[in-house]
């Protein structure tokens, strides 16, 4: 009966309720505080304001992307491009507070919508997007060479 004494029962008292307490507590927070991004992965049709400059026509692009919580990898395709075409991701972003920034190479053929030469030149390219209602986006596109941005609407396509 030593082994119940009250020093030893005090002492894994305090520790439970305090391992308890810290448990409730950093529940709490992360209920609400921690909230998964909407998610934004899929096809979208992306409608120009106006035409690229240099281009002798340019067409509605496709955006797909995908995502893993904040993190997005995307491509841009031309409009004609079918569904099933597995494009290597040139785009790479972040998505938070509701603006998604992504970056990187596309080939201008795809932004002109011209068939794709040998050595299709690359552009550096940034495209920064606010969600806005039912999953329709609004942004800017800056393209490396072209001093005006342009801006687009990003439609979801139906699967």
């Given at each position: 009966?030593?082994?119940?004494?009250?020093?030893?029962?005090?002492?894994?008292?305090?520790?439970?309720?305090s391992?308890?307490l810290?448990?409730k507590?950093?529940?709490?927070?992360?209920?609400?505080?921690?909230?998964?991004?909407?998610?934004?992965?899929g096809?979208?049709?992306?409608?120009?304001?106006?035409?690229?400059?240099?281009?002798?026509?340019?067409?509605?692009?496709?955006?797909?992307?995908q995502?893993?919580?904040?993190?997005?990898?995307?491509?841009?395709l031309s409009a004609?491009?079918?569904a099933?075409?597995?494009?290597?991701?040139?785009?790479?972003?972040?998505?938070?507070?509701q603006?998604?920034?992504?970056s990187?190479?596309?080939?201008?053929?795809?932004?002109?919508?011209i068939p794709?030469?040998?050595?299709?030149?690359l552009?550096?390219?940034?495209?920064?997007?606010?969600l806005?209602?039912?999953?329709?986006?609004?942004?800017?596109?800056s393209?490396?060479?072209?001093?005006?941005?342009l801006?687009f609407?990003?439609?979801?396509?139906?699967?």
């Amino acid at each position: 009966m030593n082994h119940f004494n009250f020093k030893s029962l005090a002492f894994y008292g305090v520790a439970i309720i305090s391992v308890l307490l810290l448990f409730k507590t950093v529940t709490v927070y992360g209920e609400n505080n921690l909230k998964a991004p909407p998610p934004v992965n899929g096809r979208y049709r992306l409608t120009l304001s106006e035409n690229l400059p240099n281009c002798e026509k340019s067409d509605t692009l496709t955006l797909n992307i995908q995502q893993s919580g904040i993190y997005l990898n995307a491509s841009v395709l031309s409009a004609n491009t079918n569904a099933d075409t597995d494009e290597k991701h040139s785009l790479a972003g972040i998505f938070r507070n509701q603006q998604l920034n992504l970056s990187g190479k596309v080939g201008r053929s795809i932004l002109c919508n011209i068939p794709r030469p040998q050595n299709d030149p690359l552009n550096s390219v940034t495209i920064q997007m606010q969600l806005v209602d039912k999953g329709n986006m609004t942004g800017q596109l800056s393209v490396n060479g072209i001093p005006q941005t342009l801006k687009f609407t990003a439609v979801p396509e139906a699967n």
